[in-house]
């Protein structure tokens, strides 16, 4: 199966500011996707990321928000701009294989 | 628009014992794919086990097995002879290619496993 590199793994951001999360997948992918746990809760998918086109989000999240970028076919990008404290939570990167979907080991975000 | 239940938040079982954990779901699909995942505290989202609808066979990987019901739309989790390792959240999801091919999640149950 694929493996995927998130980096970093944790961070603590003044509010007001943007943090870009990298993942890095050792295979070619088509399809990325960028999730959000926040805390206590479930997963919920931000945008799913093509190469060479723009992101397609989802309800509730906007590109200037959380702008990606996918410059080829084994990374990808999420920034996290503007940050207020409700921004805190897990952000999780997933690529699609055959069997299945594997994730990256997860940002631990805190915005103070 | 696909929606995942888990109605049980929490649950706890002894060590060596069996535990079910509940998922139901919503669509008008007639393709699509199930799956349990596991996070433990490390956050890692792991791979559980996987089921297709148009297979009839409850899927099986060691000592996970689910109870696939399509018509009642309902996709058990067993873990029968539990570890203390299995102590985690544990996540059904839901996927259809009609759907852009994105996990849809339940709200996870958390499951403790006590020696």
């Known amino acids: 199966s694929a493996v995927i590199s998130q980096k970093p793994s944790r961070d603590i951001c003044q509010r007001g500011t943007s943090l870009t999360i990298q993942c890095q997948v050792d295979s070619q992918v088509t399809m990325m996707f960028w999730y959000r746990q926040q805390p206590g809760q479930s997963l919920t998918l931000i945008a799913t990321?093509?190469?060479?086109?723009?992101?397609?989000?989802e309800s509730g999240f906007v590109i200037d928000k959380f702008p990606i970028s996918r410059p080829n076919l084994t990374f990808s990008t999420l920034t996290v701009s503007n940050m207020s404290p409700e921004d805190s939570s897990i952000y999780l990167c997933?690529?699609?294989?055959?069997?299945?979907?594997?994730f990256g080991s997860g940002t631990r975000l805190t915005v103070v | 628009a696909q929606t995942v239940t888990q109605s049980q938040p929490e649950m706890s079982v002894q060590e060596a014992e069996t535990v079910t954990l509940s998922c139901t779901y919503d669509t008008s699909e007639n393709n699509y794919y199930l799956f349990w995942y596991k996070q433990p505290p490390s956050r890692q989202m792991i791979l559980v086990i996987r089921q297709e609808a148009y297979k009839q066979q409850n899927a099986t990987e060691n000592r996970f097995s689910v109870n696939f019901q399509k018509a009642a739309k309902s996709f058990s989790l067993k873990i029968s002879d539990s570890q203390l390792g299995d102590t985690a959240m544990y996540f059904c999801a839901f996927m259809s290619s009609n759907a852009g091919n994105m996990l849809t999640f339940g709200g996870g149950t958390r499951l403790m496993v006590k020696p």
């Open positions: 990321a093509n190469q060479g086109s723009e992101a397609t989000y």
């Open positions: 997933s690529v699609e294989e055959g069997y299945g979907y594997t």
